[in-house]
């Protein structure tokens, strides 16, 4: 159909997360070292135009600093014009690594979202 299948932005989502976390200071690959884990309960997506499969796209992730075990991540994807195409969210939640079950956030997640 000449469009991005609409599951991709999942994937861009991730990405665009990764490389927010990783510029505050809070590399995934630490935060697993340090025995957590973050993987995503929840998410949604509001599409509002297609992407072409060679369009640039420009994706950014923000996120409100709360002391949470939940991360609540917010997408929007814009194309070369500025037009955003899509919006979305992630809700993420902080899992210890040896038990799985669900943790408080961390005190070196806080200290860094805290300086922020």
Do not use: W
């Not at 949604?44 to 499969?53: E, M, Q, V």
């Amino acid at each position: 159909m000449g469009i991005v299948y609409y599951a991709k932005y999942l994937e861009y989502f991730e990405v665009a997360r990764t490389e927010m976390l990783r510029a505050m200071g809070l590399p995934y690959r630490e935060i697993e070292e340090k025995g957590f884990e973050l993987p995503v309960a929840s998410t949604s997506i509001k599409y509002y135009k297609g992407a072409g499969y060679d369009d640039e796209l420009l994706i950014t992730a923000n996120m409100t600093p709360s002391n949470s075990p939940r991360v609540e991540i917010h997408y929007e994807v814009k194309n070369r014009n500025g037009e955003l195409i899509v919006e979305g969210e992630t809700t993420l939640v902080f899992v210890d690594a040896i038990t799985g079950k669900p943790a408080r956030a961390p005190q070196f997640y806080l200290d860094v979202i805290k300086a922020k």
